[in-house]
């Protein structure tokens, strides 16, 4: 069982920056973040192998968003900079425990209750 918990969203202006947290207890294999925005169908944004840091990113938001993990504190971290209007959503923190490591939402089975950013032109 991996319990998952997510902070620091909030709003800000385009161009402007943002970190997102998540807090997971238990079991860590895999650990993503998606988002989803109203209408719209939920997508990955970034996923960290939690054993040896690897990571990959969707292309929407490479070069801009990174994901890190501080093994202390038991935190996956999502540091979003030239934040735009589009990436405005709902973002969730994901958990797996085993199998492929990927952006697909579908195979992820522990979801944080989400957190909410809002990016104003």
């Known amino acids: 069982q991996v319990q998952l918990v997510e902070s620091g969203g909030g709003s800000v202006q385009a161009g402007g920056s943002l970190r997102l947290s998540c807090r997971a207890s238990?079991?860590?294999?895999?650990l993503g973040w998606f988002r989803q925005a109203p209408g719209k169908e939920r997508e990955g944004v970034a996923r960290?192998?939690?054993?040896?840091?690897?990571?990959d990113y969707a292309d929407s938001v490479k070069g801009r968003f990174t994901i890190s993990q501080d093994n202390a504190k038991n935190t996956v971290y999502l540091q979003m900079n030239s934040l735009q209007p589009e990436d405005t959503a709902m973002y969730y923190c994901?958990?797996?425990?085993?199998?492929?490591?990927?952006?697909?939402?579908?195979?992820?089975?522990?979801w944080g209750q989400g957190t909410q950013v809002t990016v104003s032109s």
């Open positions: 960290i192998l939690y054993s040896s840091g690897n990571n």
């Open positions: 238990g079991y860590k294999y895999c």
């Open positions: 994901a958990a797996r425990s085993f199998g492929s490591c990927s952006l697909r939402y579908m195979d992820f089975t522990y």
